[in-house]
């Protein structure tokens, strides 16, 4: 922590943060649906993951200004490649504790409005998650008419809490439920139940981590609706397409 101290306000400072591009597609035809925008830092082999970087903000209080750059960085990047993401929808993390103030939302309105509507906010379930800010991030997606996604679900220590207390419009199954789920009954019962209440809440499901055919094609059997992994496309710094074999697997897995 005390030698992670400089890095960080140095880090913060000069906003050496930049994201990659993960493809999450549809898993009946392929298509890509979104990419997801992950952190990765510029500054040194110390903060070498976003994790190390959000905690060492959190020690220090700084986790606002981790969701402010994010929130500003990501969209800086989408502009960039804006013609290569097509249609895509952009999944931005966001965190359960903080939300962008009144004048940073408002400058971040103004400057990106044409596309607020592709947004998801991606609010991970594995951090503490403050009632009050995540109901204004709902009255946000309802006024940009655009989404929330419930992340990491199955590894946080609430398993679910959030999920039951704010009904997001996705969720995403952790890696730790996904990964072996071809050779693992219970992981699949677990899913199975999962669909079957999503399904009447219409909350659509996308399962992260995939990293085998085998762990592609169980999910999508399962039901999943989306699929994200190393296994369908790796991160990039300009969105990529997804491979013709990948597609004609989810074809006819």
Known sequence: LLNGKWELDHLLKEELIDFVFQPIVNARNGEIFAYEALMRSKNSDLLTSPEIIITLADSQAKLYDIERITWFK??????????????????????????????????????????????????????????KIIRKKQRIAERWNSYIALDDFGSGYN???????????????????????????????????????????????????????????????????????????????KPQSISPKVIREICKP
Do not use: W
């Open 159 to 237: 398993l679910g809490v959030t999920f039951l207390t704010f009904c997001p419009d996705f969720v995403k199954l952790d890696m730790v439920i996904t990964r072996g789920i071809d050779r693992d009954l219970n992981r699949q019962n677990f899913v199975k139940a999962l669909l079957q209440y999503t399904r009447s809440r219409k909350v659509r499901i996308i399962a992260e981590g995939i990293e085998t055919k085998a762990e592609m094609n169980t999910l999508i059997e399962l039901g999943v609706d989306y699929l994200q992994g190393y296994y369908i496309g790796r991160p990039s710094h």
């Open 74 to 131: 990501v969209m800086e990047a989408f502009q960039r490649y804006k013609e290569d993401f097509g249609d895509a929808k952009i999944f931005i993390n966001s965190l359960a504790s903080h939300i962008l103030s009144d004048q940073d939302l408002q400058r971040f309105e103004d400057k990106y409005k044409s596309d607020l509507h592709r947004i998801v906010a991606e609010i991970t379930e594995s951090e503490q998650a403050d009632e």
